[in-house]
């Protein structure tokens, strides 16, 4: 399995936010497919947290993992 950022992958994103919105949605006040491709999308950027990274295997998605705050804010690294 390969681990890599999120960032490294963008073309990931659409797919990532369809399992993810298949899982959590009910628990978003907007659940909405496009917000959360939003959403992750304007998470892109290896100096901020919130941050997700995925895991490939064989060329094919099979999980992810984010670390966010607890507030889900945009925090830039030093």
């Known amino acids: 399995m390969h681990i890599l950022n999120l960032e490294e992958a963008p073309s990931r994103i659409e797919q990532l936010a369809q399992w993810h919105h298949s899982e959590w949605s009910h ?3 907007d ?13 892109l950027g290896d100096d901020f947290i919130p941050t997700t990274y995925i895991g490939e ?9 984010a670390i966010k705050t607890k507030k889900d804010r945009l925090i830039k690294i030093i």
């Open 27 to 29: 628990l978003s006040s």
């Open 57 to 65: 295997k064989e060329g094919e998605l099979v999980g992810s993992a």
């Open 31 to 43: 659940g909405r497919l496009e917000t959360r491709i939003h959403k992750m999308t304007s998470y």
